[in-house]
């Protein structure tokens, strides 16, 4: 089916199921109450968990399986969101056309870097690309600023010509982003009880493209291209010794990869028409290092998990306050009430870093294989406590058949 085996359908299943089924399951508490804090079943940050996803997931293409660490992906995330926003000033307020020049622009800026990138490898070649995404961002601050606005960002404005869309809204405002009449930010709300879900036409579009690039990369994990990649990350001299040239498939993987941030970047302005130079910093590369690492580098899953993580406890512990952390401890004795919270504010609001950097630790020593191979061996684990004690085939091994002579 699809062109999968069983075990990866179920995988892509459930992949859309957590997707789609988002808005549910990111609010398990009842709004208005002490927990719902906790809650991230809002629009805004579920779509950076669904456009980082796909960042990851381009990312963990060329990282997961050929090995080269590059620490500029967040260029080709910034051209992307570049592009989407010009093609909304110049031609209209649809997405499609945004997203489909953020992958093509940000393919064609990944195969120059990568061409020259790729000439060396190990820390060489990740302090090439960190060098060109560096170079990026300094041509999109002070530099290129007819082209990126400088420091200010690139926003639409009521003079954009918009030449096959209205200029203006119907209230002569600026017109929003939209899918064929449908806006990204239309919401629907639904109240069920003391729970409020809401629905986002953004968000929804946002995850029926992370399911299809989710398949793509299962695809090209599966097929005899991700087989060649594989070896380039096992032994790229020996490879070498057969007679292949690797740098092809390398290159390609790097391209692969950098539209996937473009997409990501298109998204991001799709969602929210702006675009900085400040997507384009040294630290939004490592953020996704961090997430592809953290969710499991080489795994499909992995690195979707590790965005979502990241991005939950950036938006949600960065939002703890010492106001919060008195409402916690208020039924402690005041002088403990004081120690706790002195003792826990490091670590939430501004110093929510602090708490990641430990998580972060914690997974590299424990679970080098990240979030997924913590969920293997819990798998294990339940799998031994569910298998009987007393197996026959031990205690009563099977004799030998009778052979004649």
């Not at 997707?19 to 809002?42: K, R």
């Amino acid at each position: 089916m699809l062109g999968l085996e069983k075990k990866d359908v179920t995988l892509l299943a459930v992949v859309a199921l957590l997707a789609f089924a988002a808005p549910f399951i990111l609010n398990p508490f009842p709004e208005g109450s002490e927990m719902a804090q906790f809650n991230a079943g809002y629009p805004d940050l579920m779509q950076r968990f669904v456009i980082f996803g796909i960042f990851a997931i381009g990312y963990n293409i060329l990282f997961g399986l050929t090995g080269y660490l590059s620490f500029g992906h967040a260029a080709f995330l910034g051209v992307g969101s570049y592009s989407a926003v010009w093609m909304f000033k110049l031609l209209s307020m649809n997405v499609i056309p945004a997203i489909i020049l953020s992958i093509i622009v940000a393919g064609l800026f990944s195969l120059v870097i990568g061409f020259v990138s790729l000439r060396r490898s190990g820390i060489y070649f990740s302090i090439l690309t960190l060098a060109f995404a560096q170079m990026s961002f300094n041509l999109a601050y002070s530099v290129l600023t007819p082209i990126t606005n400088g420091e200010t960002g690139l926003q639409l404005t009521l003079n954009d010509p918009r030449i096959l869309g209205a200029s203006t809204g119907a209230d002569g405002s600026i017109p929003v982003t939209s899918l064929f009449g449908i806006e990204m930010r239309s919401t629907y709300e639904m109240h069920a009880g003391a729970w409020l879900f809401q629905f986002n036409a953004g968000y929804y579009v946002c995850a029926i493209i992370l399911v299809a690039a989710f398949y793509l990369a299962m695809r090209i994990f599966r097929s005899p291209f991700g087989l060649m990649l594989r070896a380039v990350k096992t032994n790229q001299t020996r490879l070498n010794y057969t007679g292949l040239n690797a740098r092809p498939y390398t290159l390609a993987a790097f391209v692969i990869s950098g539209m996937y941030a473009g997409l990501a970047g298109g998204l991001m302005a799709s969602m929210d028409p702006l675009a900085g130079a400040d997507r384009m910093q040294w630290t939004a590369s490592g953020e996704v290092v961090l997430m592809t690492i953290l969710g499991g580098t080489g795994t499909l899953l992995g690195p979707v998990l590790g965005a979502g993580f990241i991005k939950y406890f950036e938006n949600i512990f960065s939002k703890i306050n010492d106001n919060v952390l008195h409402g916690w401890f208020a039924a402690l004795p005041d002088g403990l009430e004081d120690t706790l919270v002195f003792i826990v504010h490091p670590f939430v609001g501004k110093g929510w870093n602090m708490t990641l950097g430990l998580m972060f630790m914690a997974v590299v020593i424990f679970l080098p294989g990240g979030l997924m191979e913590g969920g293997q061996r819990l798998a294990k684990l339940f799998r031994k406590k569910d298998k009987p004690s007393g197996d026959d085939s031990e205690h009563h091994p099977k004799q030998a058949p009778h052979v004649a002579e």
